[in-house]
C-alpha cells in the first residue's frame, strides 16, 4: 500500500467519524490513488489531478468536476497535516454539485409506475418493485433506505418502519399509514409465497433471486420502468429521466401543500418534516422544497392574510 494510498484510508476513516457515508467518493478517491501510483506521482500536484479528473471519455463537465473536488478535499486535509502537496483552485473546473432539476410525479404517474412494476418478471421481482416504490411515495424514503430494511425494522403490528444508521449515522422511527402497512403486510406475504427459503433472510425486500436489492440494479430498473410508464420526459431532470429521489421530493412540497391548505403554522411544523426526512436541520430541508405554482400560491396567500 502506498502512502498516498493510506493517507486517504485515514481521511475517509475521519470524515466517516463525523457521520459521513461516503461511498462514492471512497470509489473517487482510490481511482485518483491508482492513477498517482501509475504516474509515479506521490502527493496530488495540480497537474496530475487534473488530467486524471478529465481522463474519462464521453462523461460530463459536471462529472470531471465532481472527480477534481473530491481530490481537492482530500489535498486540503493534507495541507491541514502540513503534507507537501497542491491543492486544485476551485475555479478549475466549476463546481460539481450542481443540482438535478427535480420532478413531481402526479398521483397519475405513481399509478403508472406501480403498474408498470407489477408487471415485472418473475412475479418476486415485480411484487418487489411495486412495494419498494410504492413505500417510497408515501413516505419520503431515501431509495437506499428503503433497500436496506430489514424484516425486523419493519413492525406491522404497531405500523412503524425503524430506518438504521442512515445518512450521518442517524436512526430514525416512521410511523405508517394503515393503507401502507395493508401493503407491506400484503407484499410480506407474497415474498414468503414465493421465495420461502432466500438467500438473504434478513432482508425485507428481496430479489428475484432471494437476494437483497442492489442499488445500481433498483436505479437501472426504475429507469425503465419510468419509460415503460411513459413518465416525465427526459429533460425535465437533466440526468435522463424522473430518478427514484424525485418520489422524496414530492413527498416533502406534498407535506408542504397540505399543511398550508390546512392553515397550519409551517414555519413551526418544518422541523418535524425535517426529522421524518432524516435531516441534521431544517435548513436541509430546504434544499427539497423548490416552489411549485400551488405551493407559492398558498405561501402567497398566508403572506396577504397576515399582513391584513
Known amino acids: 500500500?502506498?502512502?498516498?494510498?493510506?493517507?486517504?484510508?485515514?481521511?475517509?476513516?475521519?470524515?466517516?467519524?463525523?457521520?459521513?457515508?461516503?461511498?462514492?467518493?471512497?470509489?473517487?478517491?482510490?481511482?485518483?490513488?491508482?492513477?498517482?501510483?501509475?504516474?509515479?506521482?506521490?502527493?496530488?500536484?495540480?497537474?496530475?489531478?487534473?488530467?486524471?479528473?478529465?481522463?474519462?471519455?464521453?462523461?460530463?463537465?459536471?462529472?470531471?468536476?465532481?472527480?477534481?473536488?473530491?481530490?481537492?478535499?482530500?489535498?486540503?486535509?493534507?495541507?491541514?497535516?502540513?503534507?507537501?502537496?497542491?491543492?486544485?483552485?476551485?475555479?478549475?473546473?466549476?463546481?460539481?454539485?450542481?443540482?438535478?432539476?427535480?420532478y413531481l410525479y402526479t398521483e397519475d404517474e405513481i399509478a403508472a409506475l406501480l403498474h408498470a412494476a407489477r408487471a415485472l418478471v418473475p412475479a418476486l421481482r415485480g411484487a418487489t418493485y411495486e412495494a419498494v416504490i410504492g413505500l417510497l411515495a408515501v413516505t419520503g424514503m431515501r431509495g437506499g433506505e428503503a433497500i436496506r430494511l430489514d424484516r425486523d425494522d419493519v413492525d406491522l403490528d404497531v405500523g412503524v418502519v425503524t430506518v438504521v444508521s442512515s445518512k450521518f449515522g442517524r436512526t430514525r422511527l416512521l410511523p405508517l399509514h394503515p393503507s401502507a402497512v395493508e401493503a407491506l403486510g400484503s407484499y410480506a406475504n407474497r415474498r414468503d409465497q414465493l421465495c420461502p427459503s432466500p438467500l438473504d433472510r434478513s432482508s425485507f425486500f428481496l430479489s428475484a433471486a432471494g437476494r437483497r436489492l442492489a442499488h445500481r440494479t433498483f436505479e437501472g430498473t426504475f429507469a425503465r420502468l419510468v419509460r415503460d410508464a411513459g413518465v416525465g420526459d427526459p429533460l425535465i431532470s437533466g440526468r435522463g429521466g424522473p430518478r427514484p429521489h424525485d418520489l422524496r421530493h414530492r413527498f416533502a412540497v406534498e407535506t408542504l401543500v397540505r399543511w398550508h391548505r390546512s392553515g397550519a403554522d409551517v414555519g413551526a411544523w418544518l422541523p418535524s418534516l425535517s426529522a421524518y426526512l432524516g435531516h441534521v436541520s431544517p435548513t436541509s430541508t430546504y434544499w427539497y422544497l423548490s416552489a411549485t405554482p400551488e405551493l407559492f400560491e398558498l405561501a402567497s396567500s398566508r403572506v396577504e392574510e397576515r399582513s391584513r
Open 1 to 102: 500500500m502506498s502512502a498516498l494510498s493510506t493517507q486517504v484510508a485515514e481521511y475517509l476513516a475521519l470524515r466517516r467519524s463525523l457521520g459521513f457515508k461516503l461511498v462514492g467518493e471512497e470509489r473517487i478517491l482510490s481511482s485518483f490513488v491508482a492513477f498517482a501510483d501509475e504516474e509515479g506521482l506521490s502527493t496530488v500536484t495540480v497537474d496530475g489531478s487534473l488530467r486524471w479528473a478529465t481522463a474519462p471519455g464521453g462523461t460530463s463537465h459536471s462529472w470531471h468536476a465532481q472527480r477534481l473536488g473530491a481530490v481537492r478535499g482530500f489535498a486540503k486535509y493534507l495541507r491541514a497535516l502540513d503534507v507537501p502537496c497542491e491543492v486544485p483552485s476551485p475555479e478549475l473546473l466549476g463546481s460539481g454539485t450542481r443540482r438535478a432539476r427535480p
